[in-house]
Each structure stands twice: as C-alpha cells, then as structure tokens.
C-alpha cells in the first residue's frame, strides 16, 4: 500500500466516523425536543385536571351535594391527573436511564475511533 491510498483511507474512516457522529448528535437533539415537549403537556394536563377537581370539590363542599355530573368530572379528571402523571414517571425514568447510560458510555466513539485506526494500520 502506498502512502495516498493510506491517506484516502483515512479520510474516509474519519469523514464516516464524523457523518456517524453528526447524525447521532442530530438524533439525540430531535428526541430530547420531543422528549421536553411531551413532559410540558404531560405537566400542562396534571395542571388542569388538578385546578379542574379543586373548583369542583369546592363547588360539592359549598353546595353540601354532589351531581351526578360533578361525579363523572371529577372521575374523569382523577383519571386524567393520574394518566399523565403516569407519563411523566415514565419520562422522568427513561431520562434517568439516559443518564446513567451517558455515565458509563461516554467514551465508546473515542474507543471505536482508535480501533478503526489500530485496524487501518
């Protein structure tokens, strides 16, 4: 092997290790974006089922009697209260997870960068 082939051997480990690094990074960048706006909607719908079985209980403790459809919206917001605060657990546990991963891998490109070398030479 001559010393140009070398070179362009070379050039394309890196130009693939960089393109394989670019579309991770843009990857991880698009799945935290979706990742925070779930977990804003998640926190906007506990906000409203909560302020939404707060008036109602008021309304049931001021009038002393419960409606039957006061009944079915307290239902439905508890309901609701508890979906998304179920998500929000599940957010909240996947971005731990995350985390930890993060913790324990950071290093892996920098070791598959040195292998690719070691194999080119």
Not at 49 to 72: D, G, P, T
Request: proline residues 1%; contains cysteine; negative net charge.
């Amino acid at each position: 092997m001559n010393s140009e082939e070398v070179s362009i051997r070379y050039f394309i480990c890196f130009a693939s290790l960089y393109r394989f690094g670019y579309i991770q990074y843009k990857e991880k960048q698009q799945y935290e974006t979706y990742m925070n706006q779930d977990l804003i909607d998640a926190i906007i719908n506990v906000s409203s089922a909560a302020y939404s079985n707060i008036s109602n209980l008021e309304r049931v403790l001021s009038s002393e009697e419960m409606e039957v459809e006061q009944w079915k919206t307290l239902k439905r917001d508890y309901n609701r209260l508890l979906r998304h605060l179920g998500k929000i657990e599940k957010i909240s546990i996947c971005y731990l997870n995350r985390l930890e991963q993060t913790q324990y891998s950071s290093n892996e490109p920098s070791i598959i960068a040195l292998e690719s070398v070691e194999y080119l030479n």
